[in-house]
């Protein structure tokens, strides 16, 4: 069984968590470029087993596409012509930032960490990814 690895994709940069190999557990992963995600999906997908993608679809209170939701679908479509055998899921991710920087604080990070916008973008896609997991 592999990995499913998720996707917090921006405009500037992309978080990233991934599973374990048993899909237990959602981890942080990295934060890269948005220039350079495929390619640095496919040196990770060439070094770990990963079966399907996850990316938040970023939406409304309305539950309507938000003004980022087309750059999102355009990469979801790069995505799946890269890697045309992996399901690619879509996921609310509807507060995910704000859960991201609740969860920061209860969990002790230092303001200065929490700071860094890289780090909110994987714990947004470690939020992402454990509500897909949960939904299964």
Known sequence: MGRILAIDYGTKRTGLA??????IIATALDTV?????LTYLKSYTSKETVDEFVIGMPRTLKN????T???????????????PEKPVHE???RFTSSIAQRAM??????????QVKGNVDKVSAVLILQAFMDSR
């Open 18 to 23: 991934v599973t374990d190999p048993l899909r």
């Open 33 to 37: 470029s948005s220039s350079d995600l």
């Open 64 to 67: 309507e596409d938000s003004a």
């Open 69 to 83: 939701a087309p750059l999102v679908r355009e990469f979801i479509v790069k995505l799946k012509e890269a890697f």
């Open 91 to 93: 996921a609310d991710e």
């Open 105 to 114: 604080i209860e969990g002790g990070m230092k303001k200065k960490d929490r």
